[in-house]
DNA sequence: TTCCGACAGTGGGGTCGCAAT
DNA sequence: ATTGCGACCCCACTATCGGAA
């Protein structure tokens, strides 16, 4: 198949709204797709490559290339060439790199260059990822849709379940099953804004620590013990300790979920940052181990023996829990029987915060496991705090926000009187306040370089966060976590906003 | 007819490791 | 030795479609 044609459907199903014509167009080209082709064809039309990231960014593909007239290349040939670009390393590799992802833009055509180059940034924006590539493959096949989905949850990816599919039709889905050994797409949590929400929701739940570490899944078949992240990346490599401790359990099969976090010596939590730095570490494991030791902390069990335990409720996979994982390895939590019972988790939620934890999970104890959902039967409660700071420029948006100024530089008032940034943001804006917002800096604005337009500090914006955290980059030497917009303060002056010295009174368990 | 669940998009900051400078 | 870049952790929120209620 030319991946002309690939590219022709893609700028098809970005030019539509609709979702039921982009899973139309994707089925159609699926059905096309010759054995061989599949394998490629499938994850281009969801956005991603194949050989996942090549270290090819924006950079390398800074300069220009003149297009090719006609079409030329098939996505086998765009697959071999790509293939060789990711084995590439060591010096000179970038230079290859560059030069190689020039030649094959060389040979693309206008319509090409665009897509190919949405796949190496990961940007392709036509509306239409795994899940929409998933409904495609189901009509394609004749398959049922759920059925597909669920069976890509469980297989943890898109390409071996369409192999499967369009080679033997949907009789094969019954393959796809838990497997230990395999990881499925872990199930996430929704926000909701107090535990008192979160508990009238769910009625009977459990309310959990939520621990502000590194998610992971961990199957242990026999004496092979791998460790995989959020995104099912495998870091076994880099948690010689986690493993030491699954093998420490009485099991032989499992597969549990959880978090690994670092606690210091006095058992209270590290930072996000010192347990991500330590979990990204990968040149000198040992030693990285000895001076920041992380500990896994499980709160589910989804498989245990030959058994499949995603099915079942709640309740029933946190019993199997504990008896597989002794106490201090497995998250605190408490048991509410309902909104009757609420203070109990306003209590818990507040011991949690004391012990140092990021808030709490509260989870209904009648629901199974939804792997790869974001479903409604985990929510998560954090606190939040709020600012008002000062808008000292904007930058200009992309996609859907070209036109508007979108992310806004956020400065607190200095001691000095000036302002001080902390960070950006460009959460929370709804389409009317990016209209406001861009007329109104403009109105303020003393210089824009086509990037960045940098205002005079007079609109306050009320800001959410969810704490402070280290900086390197800004000249407070902190930032916010997460920040949002949460509304213009228009009855607010400059001179009213908050100050440096304020914030970092208000956590004093981060400092610069 | 209205409501709401699921998705995609729009980017934020930090840290690590590698290659280039 | 330092700097720049890309990958991958953490993530909030809004708009929109289309099925559920």
Redesign the pocket.
């Known amino acids: 198949m030319l991946l002309a044609r690939l590219a022709q459907v893609s700028r098809e199903v970005?030019a539509t709204?609709?979702?039921?014509?982009?899973?139309a167009l994707l089925a159609a080209l699926f059905r096309d797709a010759e054995p061989d082709d599949v394998p490629i064809v499938i994850p281009y039309l969801?956005?991603r490559l194949p050989q996942?990231?090549?270290?090819?960014?924006?950079?390398?593909?800074g300069r220009r290339v003149p297009p090719a007239a006609e079409p030329s290349l098939t996505v086998r040939e765009v697959d071999a060439r790509l293939t060789e670009l990711g084995k590439?390393?060591?010096?000179?590799?970038?230079?290859?790199r560059s030069r190689l992802v020039g030649a094959l833009l060389g040979a693309a055509t206008g319509d090409e260059q665009r897509f190919l180059l949405g796949l190496l940034?990961?940007?392709?924006?036509?509306?239409?990822?795994?899940?929409?590539?998933?409904a495609g493959l189901a009509q394609a096949t004749g398959a049922d849709p759920a059925e597909v989905?669920r069976a890509v949850m469980l297989a943890g990816s898109l390409q071996p379940v369409a192999a499967a599919l369009l080679a033997d039709g949907p009789g094969t889905l019954d393959r796809f099953r838990l497997v230990v050994g395999r990881p499925v797409q872990p199930m996430l949590a929704r926000?909701a804004a107090s535990v008192t929400e979160a508990v009238g929701k769910l009625g009977a739940c459990a309310v959990e620590e939520?621990l502000?570490?590194?998610?992971v899944q961990l199957h242990r078949d026999g004496g092979s013990v791998r460790i995989h992240?959020?995104?099912l990346?495998d870091?076994t490599d880099r948690l010689p300790e986690v493993t030491a401790a699954a093998l420490e359990l009485t099991g032989e099969r499992f597969v549990l979920d959880g978090e690994v976090i670092s606690f210091d010596p006095a058992g209270r939590p590290r930072s996000?940052?010192?347990t991500?730095?330590?979990?990204?570490?990968?040149?000198?494991v040992a030693r990285?181990a000895r001076e920041v030791p992380v500990s896994p902390v499980f709160f589910d069990a989804l498989a245990v023996a030959d058994r499949d335990l995603l099915d079942l409720s709640f309740a029933e996979r946190h019993a199997e829990l504990a008896r597989l994982v002794p106490e201090p390895m497995r998250v605190r939590r408490t048991l509410v029987s309902g909104p009757e019972d609420v203070r109990e988790a306003e209590r818990f939620l507040a011991e949690t915060l004391e012990r140092g934890h990021?808030g709490v999970v509260v989870k209904a104890l009648d629901a199974p496991y939804?792997a790869?959902?974001?479903?409604?039967s985990w929510l998560?409660v954090?606190p939040?705090h709020t600012l008002d700071l000062v808008v000292l420029a904007a930058?200009w948006?992309?996609?859907?926000?070209?036109g508007w100024l979108?992310?806004l530089h956020l400065g607190a008032r200095g001691r000095d009187g000036g302002f001080v940034m902390l960070?950006?943001?460009?959460?929370?804006?709804?389409?009317?306040?990016l209209t406001w917002q861009t007329e109104r800096l403009r109105e303020l604005a003393v210089a824009d370089d086509g990037w960045v337009v940098t205002v005079r500090p007079e609109l306050v914006v009320e800001i959410?966060y969810?704490g402070l955290?280290?900086?390197?980059?800004?000249p407070a030497g902190v930032?916010?976590?997460?920040?949002?917009v949460?509304r213009y303060r228009e009855d607010k002056r400059p001179e009213q906003a908050d100050t440096v010295e304020s914030l970092l009174a208000a956590h004093p368990e981060v400092r610069p």
Do not use: C
């Not at 940007?123 to 998933?134: H, K, N, S, T, Y």
């Not at 460009?426 to 306040?433: I, P, R, S, V």
């Open positions: 970005a709204a609709a979702r039921t014509r982009k899973t969801a956005g996942g990231r090549l270290g090819v960014g924006w950079k390398v593909l590439l390393s060591g010096p000179g590799s970038q230079a290859e940034t990961g940007e392709v924006r036509q509306g239409a990822l795994d899940a929409v590539a998933v989905r926000t939520k502000d570490g590194i998610r992240t959020r995104t990346d870091i996000f940052q010192e991500a730095g330590r979990v990204g570490s990968r040149v000198d990285a990021e939804s790869g959902r974001r479903g409604a998560k954090k939040v930058e948006g992309h996609g859907r926000r070209t979108s992310n960070g950006k943001t460009f959460k929370g804006l709804t389409d009317a306040m959410a969810d955290q280290r900086s390197s980059r800004y930032t916010l976590r997460f920040a949002r949460v």
